[in-house]
């Protein structure tokens, strides 16, 4: 079974960048542990004898919900399972919020709204909306449903909680993209330095290959002189292919050659 998730949660497919892959497995795993949240709390309230037939409803609606999104992941949707798991988390809270649990503060899960924006999109105007939307849904049962009791409450204090969440999350999501793309950078520099490497030792390959034959022509040509009797000629070929053995082996260790 653990297999099973693991095969689940992690992105399968190889076509995407290696950030869209871990918004796909990011987001696998989210609507998982909703889904599997959603069962667990159900159960529990069925133990304790608290599970009516509004919460059956509305548990029995996110769970859909969610099951869409997972759904849209694996037809490779990706983008719009995005925006479908966002909206269905807002509407989860909300509903969480003014119609199943009145009195226990849900709303303050809408502080990982703003963040979970920041990670599936790229879009600027996207992280400032949704910022906006969130504190605005926050305020909603304390200011127009008046669920919430607005004696000892700082608004000001939500406010600069949300901001900061959200200016500290992004400062690190920017951290980490210029630390990956550094990373990348150097593994591309890398990589060309080994195909570097591969074509000087193809070159050196080529000239171990080519240097025997070369050998033997002129080896074979200065045996031709001696045979004929040609000693001076034979002396100064002898001399001169030496002397282009002595080069070669001096000049074989350097990496580059100057022809001036």
């Given at each position: 079974m653990i297999k099973t998730l693991k095969k689940y949660i992690y992105n399968q497919d190889t076509s995407l960048n290696r950030l869209d892959s871990k918004r796909v497995t990011t987001l696998n795993f989210c609507s998982l542990m909703?889904?599997?949240?959603?069962?667990?709390?159900?159960?529990?309230?069925?133990?304790?004898?608290?599970?009516d037939e509004k919460i059956?409803?509305?548990?029995?609606?996110?769970?859909?919900?969610?099951i869409f999104v997972i759904t849209l992941q694996k037809l490779k949707f990706y983008v719009a399972a995005r925006v479908v798991f966002m909206l269905s988390f807002t509407v989860s809270v909300y509903g969480l919020t003014h119609y199943l649990?009145?009195?226990e503060n849900t709303e303050y899960n809408y502080l990982a709204l703003p963040i979970l924006a920041l990670f599936f999109f790229d879009k600027k105007w996207i992280h400032y909306t949704v910022l906006i939307s969130s504190v605005f849904l926050f305020f909603i049962p304390y200011y127009i449903t008046n669920k919430r009791n607005i004696d000892n409450f700082v608004p000001e204090e939500k406010i600069f909680l949300f901001v900061l969440l959200f200016l500290v999350v992004n400062f690190f999501k920017n951290l980490n993209q210029s630390n990956e793309k550094k990373l990348e950078q150097a593994y591309l520099e890398l990589e060309?330095?080994?195909?570097?490497?591969?074509?000087?030792?193809?070159?050196?390959?080529?000239?171990?290959?080519?240097?025997?034959?070369?050998?033997?022509?002129?080896?074979?040509?200065?045996?031709?002189?001696?045979?004929?009797?040609?000693?001076?000629?034979?002396?100064?070929?002898?001399?001169k292919f030496a002397s282009l053995i002595r080069e070669n082996l001096?000049?074989?260790?350097?990496?580059f050659c100057f022809f001036s």
């Open positions: 909703v889904v599997l949240d959603i069962l667990f709390f159900t159960l529990k309230r069925y133990i304790e004898h608290t599970l059956i409803i509305n548990y029995f609606f996110y769970l859909l919900l969610f649990f009145e009195y060309e330095k080994r195909k570097n490497e591969l074509a000087h030792l193809q070159l050196k390959s080529l000239k171990a290959q080519m240097n025997p034959h070369f050998m033997f022509n002129a080896m074979n040509s200065i045996q031709n002189l001696i045979l004929k009797g040609d000693k001076h000629k034979a002396y100064d070929y002898l001399t001096n000049m074989s260790e350097k990496k």
